[in-house]
């Protein structure tokens, strides 16, 4: 195609329009002077939290991707998120778990010493990959259910929000490690489980149902499993494992539990329903447990090193089972829920201990 000459001669010779410099972006009507400064552990997001950045509003206004404390502008459009109001999702210590989580990442593949793993006899390593099935589900679900939630929480109320994405990392992390711990050793990933629970997890209608049922009672549950580590594992790699998630779950827990108490106190007239959703999932696998039986035998094969010592495996395995049902009412009580003892679902208020007098 040819090239119009007069056209040419006009860009090379003609000086272009520049369009007017327009510097009131630097008035925006955001806080200025501020100067956040490090504290002892670096400059975390409480050392951030000054001035006008640092105000949470109870009722958000925002619906776009506008970070909190920019200026607003006009004419920009919504991004869709619905959960307007703090106490739905807020957690006093959301910004402190951050931090810890963000400090404390490990690597499944290099953290791990993978290379000392040995042999073990066909049962208890078919017992390990079954419970390493479970756990792998498990954490499946732990990830998935958080990352629905990201997108409805307005940025106004980032902290819960940044803490939520740390969830999903260390979930990821579980999920990859126990499937590495069914497959490095000569086993392989063995029986999906039937836990109807899992379903309720991730079909929560509202953010403190979820949180109630995946963060104090059904991670409570796993957490109490894993403080059990010393005794399900086989050798220091298994026992590591445990450990590291271990120290991941409690920060899911310490955000669950504060979050709880956080809603029981600004809002104490939903008492009753946050009763209902622990109703619910208390009494979610009426039939099988919470394990189910393909896991609580290969747990109770682990506990007993062997099945040879069915009875002293099923004995610690109710131990487990004391253990879960007391820190779950722990985690209760702390949230201001004490009263869940008397309607607990008796498969669980059977293992509860008295009362303090």
């Given at each position: 195609?040819?090239?119009?000459?007069?056209?040419?001669?006009?860009?090379?010779?003609?000086?272009?329009?520049?369009?007017?410099?327009?510097?009131?972006?630097?008035?925006?009507?955001?806080?200025?002077?501020?100067?956040?400064?490090?504290?002892?552990?670096?400059?975390?997001?409480?050392?951030?939290?000054?001035?006008?950045?640092?105000?949470?509003?109870?009722?958000?206004?925002?619906?776009?991707?506008?970070?909190?404390?920019?200026?607003?502008?006009?004419?920009?459009?919504?991004?869709?998120?619905?959960?307007?109001?703090?106490?739905?999702?807020?957690?006093?210590?959301?910004?402190?778990?951050?931090?810890?989580?963000?400090?404390?990442?490990?690597?499944?593949?290099?953290?791990?010493?993978?290379?000392?793993?040995?042999?073990?006899?066909?049962?208890?390593?078919?017992?390990?990959?079954?419970?390493?099935?479970?756990l792998?589900?498990v954490?499946?679900?732990?990830?998935?259910?958080?990352?629905?939630?990201?997108?409805?929480?307005?940025?106004?109320?980032?902290?819960?929000k940044?803490?939520?994405?740390?969830?999903?990392?260390?979930?990821?992390?579980?999920?990859?490690?126990?499937?590495?711990?069914?497959?490095?050793?000569?086993?392989?990933?063995?029986?999906?489980?039937?836990?109807?629970?899992?379903?309720?997890?991730?079909?929560?209608r509202?953010?403190?149902?979820?949180?109630?049922?995946m963060?104090v009672?059904?991670?409570?549950?796993?957490?109490?499993?894993?403080?059990?580590?010393?005794?399900?594992a086989?050798?220091?790699?298994?026992?590591?494992?445990?450990?590291?998630?271990?120290?991941?779950?409690?920060?899911?827990?310490?955000?669950?539990?504060?979050?709880?108490?956080?809603?029981?106190?600004?809002?104490?007239?939903?008492?009753?329903?946050?009763?209902?959703?622990?109703?619910?999932?208390?009494?979610?696998?009426?039939?099988?447990?919470?394990?189910?039986?393909?896991?609580?035998?290969?747990?109770?094969?682990?506990?007993?090193?062997?099945?040879?010592?069915?009875?002293?495996?099923?004995?610690?395995?109710?131990?487990?089972?004391?253990?879960q049902a007391?820190?779950?009412?722990?985690?209760?009580s702390?949230?201001?829920?004490?009263?869940?003892?008397?309607?607990?679902?008796?498969?669980?208020?059977?293992?509860?201990?008295?009362?303090?007098?």
């Amino acid at each position: 195609m040819a090239i119009d000459q007069e056209t040419l001669h006009k860009v090379k010779t003609e000086e272009p329009e520049v369009a007017p410099v327009d510097l009131s972006w630097m008035n925006g009507g955001s806080e200025w002077g501020i100067s956040a400064k490090p504290g002892k552990r670096g400059l975390t997001l409480d050392e951030v939290n000054v001035g006008s950045y640092g105000k949470v509003p109870q009722e958000s206004d925002s619906q776009t991707a506008r970070p909190r404390g920019a200026a607003v502008r006009a004419g920009v459009p919504h991004t869709g998120y619905y959960i307007r109001d703090a106490g739905s999702v807020w957690s006093q210590n959301a910004t402190m778990l951050y931090e810890e989580a963000v400090q404390r990442q490990w690597s499944s593949a290099t953290d791990i010493p993978w290379g000392d793993i040995e042999q073990l006899p066909e049962e208890i390593e078919a017992a390990m990959c079954q419970l390493c099935t479970f756990l792998t589900e498990v954490e499946f679900i732990a990830g998935d259910t958080p990352s629905q939630w990201l997108p409805r929480i307005s940025n106004d109320h980032f902290e819960t929000k940044l803490f939520l994405a740390t969830q999903i990392m260390d979930e990821a992390r579980h999920l990859d490690v126990f499937r590495k711990r069914a497959l490095v050793n000569g086993g392989g990933l063995l029986k999906s489980s039937p836990t109807a629970g899992l379903r309720v997890i991730i079909n929560a209608r509202d953010f403190t149902e979820m949180s109630s049922i995946m963060h104090v009672q059904a991670e409570g549950f796993v957490q109490s499993m894993f403080r059990m580590g010393e005794l399900v594992a086989n050798s220091d790699v298994e026992k590591r494992i445990f450990r590291m998630c271990a120290q991941d779950e409690s920060r899911h827990l310490g955000f669950g539990v504060m979050h709880l108490k956080y809603v029981l106190e600004t809002e104490p007239e939903r008492r009753e329903e946050i009763h209902s959703y622990f109703d619910e999932a208390e009494n979610a696998d009426p039939e099988t447990g919470t394990f189910g039986p393909a896991v609580a035998e290969s747990l109770i094969i682990l506990l007993g090193k062997g099945s040879q010592n069915f009875d002293d495996g099923f004995n610690k395995f109710l131990a487990l089972q004391k253990r879960q049902a007391n820190e779950y009412m722990h985690r209760l009580s702390v949230a201001g829920l004490s009263d869940r003892r008397e309607r607990m679902d008796p498969n669980m208020r059977v293992f509860l201990d008295p009362p303090a007098a």
